[in-house]
């Protein structure tokens, strides 16, 4: 599994980073990033869970 944010949607809402804080923090510039790509498999259902909660629509997972 890959993730992606798209900067220009994401709100800085900051849940996925409290729901997969090994998969994505926030950056400098005030948006989530992705700290780590290829997603590690143990991390895959809170990516999707941050996925799904996302107000935004800013994160893309590809399997």
């Known amino acids: 599994m890959e993730v992606t944010v798209d900067s220009n949607v994401c709100s800085a ?10 998969v994505f923090e926030m950056g400098d510039e005030g948006y989530a990033v992705v700290l780590v790509n290829p997603v590690p498999a143990e991390y895959e259902d809170d990516v999707r869970d941050a996925a799904d909660s996302c107000a935004s629509g800013a ?5």
């Not at 994160?59 to 399997?63: A, N, S, Y």
């Open 59 to 63: 994160i893309e997972i590809t399997e």
């Open 13 to 22: 809402c900051e849940l996925c980073s409290d729901l997969a804080p090994n």
